[in-house]
């Protein structure tokens, strides 16, 4: 086996099945292919983002008119907002002061977007993405700012797919949609189901954002989401094949729940724009971490919850800020490593539960915002059908289709 995760990754396989995603799209496949190895190979510290940008730069511009990619350095954002070949950011800003309003509000946007990245989250130099691993996951009273995310206590969990079905019920996603998905799996020689809670990381150093010709995937400045934004989106799914979690779903048609029948208070957020509830059709989704609630605009009472956590009675997730020590995630983590392991009176069907902790895939430098605490799945853990089908729930499970054929193999699709 490799020492290289990326070589592992990057498999005949994995290609065959990215391309077949890239090729239902009317964009350049092989570019979103080759974007994406080099997206995850950047924030492996393999790549510069400088050279990142170069080496895509004439290629983008030409396949979608249009080049608004972050980029690492300070440099790079006042070489983009200058221009780099043709008008940049800047000048198109002054240019439209004479177009229409949309025109307008469309490059304050992408205008913010670029401006955000100077601040938290998206920094992706190897030395940003190396300081970032070694303040989490239990962050430091050092941390400047908040950082959502989460603490998912694996020994507790049940099956019992109610995180599933909150979220569902909270976005109106479409069937087939999980933004929440947890696997049940088994290990070799082992009696025992395993469960594997898997909303979207929310990384720090997010490949899916490096790939996206038009920020639409941003990271936001606040408090660290990984966001969508529906109205700036174009759905060439390139996102969707640098992620190496399978987290995200594309909305082909019309979505189940018709927008009239959204909770406007659910839809833009703090800065008027729509990254929460079900996308629209022809645009990428998936996990938000809710920030219609972390906003307030919810109801006060709702900052720093999420549906999910919310409806889990095994209280297995703990949302909050991942950088205060006194916030859940850290409290939780404090909690367990207080415990006794194999204390069976606590998880009387985990007797092989342990009090480590780990982050998923977390070797390809993604710097990752769930901790989980509990087993991390073997490379011949497989998967098999829970205790609760997505059946029973309403639900379809499209990633079951795609993981039947074999191991676990990690969680990506
Ligand atoms: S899990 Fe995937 S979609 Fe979510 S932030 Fe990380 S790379 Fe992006
Ligand atoms: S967010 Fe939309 S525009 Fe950006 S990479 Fe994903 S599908 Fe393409
Ligand atoms: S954090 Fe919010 S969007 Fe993400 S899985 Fe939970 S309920 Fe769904």
């Known amino acids: 086996m490799s020492d290289d995760p990326l070589e592992e990754l990057h498999t005949d396989e994995w290609e065959a099945e990215m391309e077949s995603v890239l090729e239902e799209t009317e964009y350049d496949t092989e570019l979103g292919l080759e974007m994406a190895k080099d997206a995850q190979r950047l924030v492996a510290g393999d790549l510069s983002e400088a050279e990142f940008y170069e080496r895509y730069h004439g290629a983008v511009v030409e396949e979608f008119g249009v080049d608004d990619r972050p980029v690492g350095t300070e440099e790079g954002v006042v070489e983009a907002m200058r221009g780099h070949d043709g008008p940049g950011l800047l000048q198109r800003l002054a240019d439209a002061e004479t177009a229409d309003d949309v ?11 670029g401006a955000a990245f100077l601040g938290l989250g998206a920094a992706a130099t190897k030395e940003a993405s190396e300081e970032a691993a070694a303040a989490t996951p239990t962050g430091s009273e050092d ?20 995180c599933v079905t ?6 109106n996603t479409s069937t087939g949609a999980n933004w929440m998905y947890v696997f049940t799996y088994e290990e070799p020689n082992q009696e025992t189901q395993n469960f594997l809670v898997r909303p979207c990381q929310h990384c720090t150093n997010a490949p899916c954002e490096k790939v996206c010709p038009t920020t639409a995937r ?9 966001l969508t934004d529906y109205d700036v989106c174009i ?5 969707q094949v640098a992620c190496p979690y399978g987290v995200n779903y594309f909305q082909w048609g019309e979505p189940d729940t018709p927008g009239s029948e959204l909770d406007e208070n659910h839809v833009y957020d703090e800065r008027d724009r729509r990254v929460d509830s079900r996308p629209p059709k022809g645009v990428m989704g998936k996990c938000t971490m809710c920030p219609s609630r972390q906003d307030g605009k919810m109801g ?7 549906a999910c956590e919310q409806a889990c009675a095994m209280d297995a997730i703990h949302f909050g800020d991942m950088n205060d020590p006194d916030d859940d995630p850290q409290q939780h983590l404090e909690r367990v490593r207080n ?20 982050r998923l895939l977390e070797e390809f430098g993604t710097d990752p915002n769930v901790v989980y605490v509990g087993n991390e799945p073997s490379e011949e853990a497989e998967q098999v059908e829970g205790p609760v089908t997505y059946e029973d729930i309403g639900e379809v499970d499209r990633r079951k289709e795609v993981l039947d054929d074999g191991t676990f193999g990690g969680v990506r699709s």
């Not at 025109?103 to 977007?113: H, P, V, Y």
């Not at 941003?218 to 990984?226: E, I, P, Q, W």
């Not at 759905?235 to 996102?239: L, V």
């Not at 006060?300 to 999420?306: K, L, S």
Request: aromatic content about 6%; overall charge negative.
């Open 103 to 113: 025109d307008r509000r469309e490059l304050l946007k992408k205008f913010g977007a």
């Open 300 to 306: 006060e009472e709702q900052v720093g919850t999420t």
């Open 218 to 226: 941003h990271t936001r400045s606040k408090d660290g989401l990984v």
């Open 339 to 358: 415990e006794q392991p194999n204390d069976l009176d606590t998880y009387p069907n985990r007797p092989t539960n342990t009090v480590s902790t780990f």
């Open 166 to 171: 909150a979220c569902q019920q909270e976005n």
């Open 235 to 239: 759905g060439c799914r390139y996102c």
């Open 143 to 162: 941390d400047d700012g908040t950082q959502w995310g989460m603490v998912i206590d694996l020994n507790k969990c049940d099956g019992c797919l109610a």
